[in-house]
């Protein structure tokens, strides 16, 4: 792994996958218009999506987290939070819209934080485990932020399934020599796949059981 430790993590991918992250957090927040949440309560559900995942990800590292040293990070967050919120009504009706976005930003946080994990020489496995909890840090925030059940938790989601896959194929992908950039991006795809495939054909894994010891017959 040591050939990968020069590599940074260009500001405009980090900053694309906060915008996206802010903008399904504020879609997902004003669809539940029952719940009478108001724009700022929108705004910082978006903004805890879009930073949620990547300030798990530096505290897992030992990293100062850039979400709060970087000075681009709350503002392109916010921005893009407001701007969901102002689409809300254009897209009340697109759930997928919502859902790719979902899946996209699983991707997105899961490839950069696997690759984080890797420039700084963090072994394979525990690499895995960084980028699959910097891609589902941001959907838990949101759905404790929300009172809702959390949707890693339960039955269907795959949320973890989907980022460990994908940050396993990074980490493989790099271990073969293939450039991070391009690694990342197979990432990506294959979480986004995972996701939307498990969402359409209901894939899931089954409920758990508790063990039932059955009393043999006299």
């Known amino acids: 792994?040591?050939?990968?430790?020069?590599?940074g993590i260009p500001l405009w991918a980090e900053l694309a996958a906060v915008a996206l992250g802010a903008l399904q957090g504020a879609l997902f927040a004003g669809a539940f218009t029952d719940r009478r949440i108001d724009v700022?309560?929108?705004?910082?559900?978006?903004?805890g999506v879009a930073l949620g995942g990547s300030l798990l990800r530096d505290v897992l590292l030992g990293e100062p987290p850039v979400a709060i040293y970087g000075p681009w990070y709350v503002l392109v967050a916010t921005v893009a939070a407001l701007a969901g919120l102002s689409l809300r009504r254009?897209?009340?009706?697109?759930?997928?819209?919502?859902?790719s976005l979902d899946a996209v930003v699983i991707g997105l946080f899961g490839a950069i934080g696997t690759s984080k994990a890797l420039a700084l020489g963090v072994p394979a496995v525990p690499a895995v485990f960084v980028g699959a909890a910097a891609a589902v840090g941001g959907s838990?925030?949101?759905?404790?932020?929300?009172d809702l059940p959390v949707a890693l938790l339960h039955v269907g989601s795959l949320y973890a399934v989907a980022a460990a896959a994908g940050a396993a194929l990074l980490v493989a992908l790099v271990a073969l020599g293939v450039p991070v950039l391009g690694a990342a991006a197979a990432a990506v795809l294959l979480t986004t796949l995972v996701r939307l495939?498990?969402?359409?054909y209901?894939?899931?894994?089954?409920d758990q059981q508790a063990l039932v010891v059955r009393r043999r017959p006299r």
Do not use: Y
């Open 40 to 47: 700022l309560g929108t705004v910082l559900v978006g903004i």
């Open 197 to 200: 495939l498990a969402v359409r």
């Open 1 to 7: 792994m040591d050939t990968i430790v020069p590599f």
């Open 202 to 206: 209901g894939w899931r894994f089954p």
């Open 90 to 99: 254009l897209l009340a009706r697109l759930d997928p819209v919502i859902l």
């Open 140 to 146: 838990v925030l949101r759905d404790v932020t929300l």
